[in-house]
């Protein structure tokens, strides 16, 4: 597959199912959903690709959204770990 031509790009293979590819250069900033599924593995599984366009207010909102919710799931985590370190 190529790239859109002069974006920088991230894929990241998301944990159950699928990829998000990041695309963005200084005007843009895109991010694409795709899952790939082989009909010979599970036929009624849909493929798929979509793709959405953010401004940089949406990409604020949605990044303050995602370090929320990464901060409240390692939030216990840090708080076990102080506590197997303390005297």
């Not at 991010?31 to 366009?53: C, D, G, H, I, Y």
Request: net charge negative; aromatic share 6%; glycine share 4%.
């Amino acid at each position: 597959m190529t790239n859109p031509k002069g974006m920088r790009t991230r894929a990241f293979k998301l944990a159950y199912t699928g990829q998000l590819h990041v695309y963005s250069d200084e005007q843009h900033l895109i991010l694409q959903l795709r899952q790939s599924t082989p009909t010979e593995e599970n036929v009624l599984m849909p493929s798929f690709k979509v793709a959405v366009q953010l401004t940089t207010s949406e990409a604020l909102a949605l990044a303050g959204e995602l370090l929320t919710w990464a901060a409240q799931q390692t939030a216990p985590c840090a708080e076990e770990h102080a506590e197997l370190q303390a005297p």
